[in-house]
DNA sequence: CTGTTAGCGCTTTCAT
DNA sequence: ATGAAAGCGCTAACAG
């Protein structure tokens, strides 16, 4: 069933059809009504195809993510989903895992399709734009990166200064008497760097300068957090406060003190990073850094929705965390 | 730039372009050399609309969840991603957050663009299959439900055996040596029904007959758990157990039941449900009953894709969750 | 093996 | 206010 077969059974042209389709003017009420009629009672849907054919945006937005099990992307991409949806665009979405062959090839296929923007959720993503098979097409449509950056013209950033949320943690943590200080780096990103720079420099503030030895590898997950903490541990350091890079990672250090014996936050506070539901369930909640990741997707969406309707003028901007203080420390 | 350019600058017609990029056979070697030096050097992407109006599949699919943040439907959701993806399809994504009137719009912008099938991931949509808004949409394009059904001709399930779920729990609890056991609803879906169902029913089969009574109505959330605790033991009645719908409200549950100076599992042992990180981040780590959302995404992608491609035969499944016994009870 | 051509279903001038 | 017709970029049937 298509625009002819309407046309047809209204008795009036195809032009006629499309024309109460959107709502366009010059047609009577009498025909405009004798269309709907027709309309109603068929149950024929426009084919978008077609319009995008006739040069007509399909209205679809492709946001990739590393991972959206993680809640903090999970957040990110719900947001930037619902507020699309919310505006009249459909959002397609890709777990990339990380992985510059699936986000490539994610990318070719969103272009074929035209997508209309693109969402770079995660600092991950800035070594596509030097990336030769990717950036071509990160040139086709705008894109805008979710506490990333990449170096294209048509592409804009909204940032989080996570330097400046590392130190939050840090300061909260020497105001409650903490001095001996680790930070848990559990990922290799640049946002995960510029925490772990945010807590050298806030320590270099207050006088400390071996910040850059207090800086403990591990993975992102409760086990990485736990053992981290063994290892910190056995090598006999003294600790009475660390900051951990996700709440995810901090739970598993919450639980590694208490397993040694040690009491959360009296012994060793400790900061987690996300403020996301883990630091709620976690048991002392923990006091996190809130990376507010709804207003991130939020001004992403919009500064995106303004590059595709070309309603300037543009500009990236940086969004700081706040500290949100429970029991952990 | 489209396929006439790339046909005039290699010398070729559009059809010779049109079989190399198909890997279509009857091109000699030499012209298909020609065509793809001109293709490498020149940046053009085929359009995936054009190839759509010539009646070719466009190879997306759409997914429908209630709220991705919520990490079961997150897991759900990334997995039929994952798949997907793999097998070259992509998938378009909304929250609709149980708004039947966001899965009508959304079910329609899907339709207009030709989805090649529908995912609706949650028991909640199954509603949508008699609703008259609704339901034409989900004959344009094979359906299947994870944890849902609908009675529609091209439309198939994946179900989870929730009523025994929950009886796991229950005869897990019932062995440990509880009697007074409790059941904390936390949403009013069919799910969250069956799993009431099964605490009834394993009650009744232990001889305890008032498990109707037995039931706390409270919100999907940690306050929603901490609450059904704060009525329960409020109204003194004797608890030993409690059985959760998730996780989530567990970890509520067993947050009150410290606050209050009981011992978990000592005093009253709590099962959660879902086994999601929640539970392990939970201390005391929540024992909880798994109900294999990966699992149920696989099958429903293989299930759709089958259907799609219609290579038969197909069939709703049913599969059974297994209890993940941890400290909490 | 290669080229010509007719659609696919819509939007949009341009006539009337 | 309405209709005729061109064109969007591709696939595939058909002709050569």
């Not at 739970?251 to 539901?277: F, I």
């Amino acid at each position: 069933m298509n625009i002819y077969d309407i046309a047809r059974e209204a008795g009036v042209s195809i032009s006629t059809v499309s024309r109460v389709l959107n709502n366009k003017g010059n047609v009577t009420a009498a025909t405009r009504a004798r269309v709907e009629r027709v309309l109603a009672r068929s149950n024929y849907t426009p084919s978008a195809i077609a319009r995008g054919m006739a040069g007509k945006p399909l209205r679809t937005i492709a946001v990739l993510t590393v991972d959206i099990r993680v809640p903090h992307y999970a957040r990110t991409a719900y947001t930037i989903e619902r507020e699309f949806s919310r505006r009249g665009y459909e959002v397609s979405l890709c777990n990339t895992g990380g992985e510059r062959a699936e986000a490539i090839r994610y990318l070719r296929a969103v272009t074929e399709k035209h997508a209309d923007g693109i969402v770079l959720v995660g600092s991950i993503f800035n070594q596509l734009g030097s990336d030769p098979q990717a950036a071509p097409f990160l040139r086709e449509a705008p894109v805008v990166l979710a506490n990333g950056r990449i170096d294209l013209p048509n592409s804009y950033s909204v940032l989080v200064d996570d330097r400046h949320g590392a130190a939050l943690a840090v300061e909260h943590l020497m105001a409650r008497g903490c001095r001996d200080l680790f930070c848990v780096r559990d990922v290799a990103t640049e946002s995960a760097e510029a925490k772990c720079e945010g807590f050298v420099r806030a320590l270099e503030h207050a006088g400390i300068s071996d910040g850059q030895d207090r800086i403990l590898d591990t993975g992102q997950s409760i086990a990485g957090g736990e053992e981290a903490v063994k290892a910190l541990l056995a090598s006999g350091r003294r600790v009475d406060g660390i900051v951990c890079g996700e709440d995810i990672t901090a739970s598993g250090v919450v639980r590694a003190l208490r397993a040694a014996g040690l009491r959360v936050p009296q012994d060793v506070a400790v900061t987690g990073y996300n403020d996301s539901e883990y630091a709620r369930v976690c048991d002392p909640a923990l006091t996190s850094v809130d990376n507010k990741p709804e207003l991130v997707a939020m001004l992403c969406v919009q500064l995106l929705e303004s590059l595709i309707e070309k309603t300037g003028p543009f500009s990236s901007v940086t969004i700081q965390p706040e500290l949100v203080v429970r029991d952990s420390a």
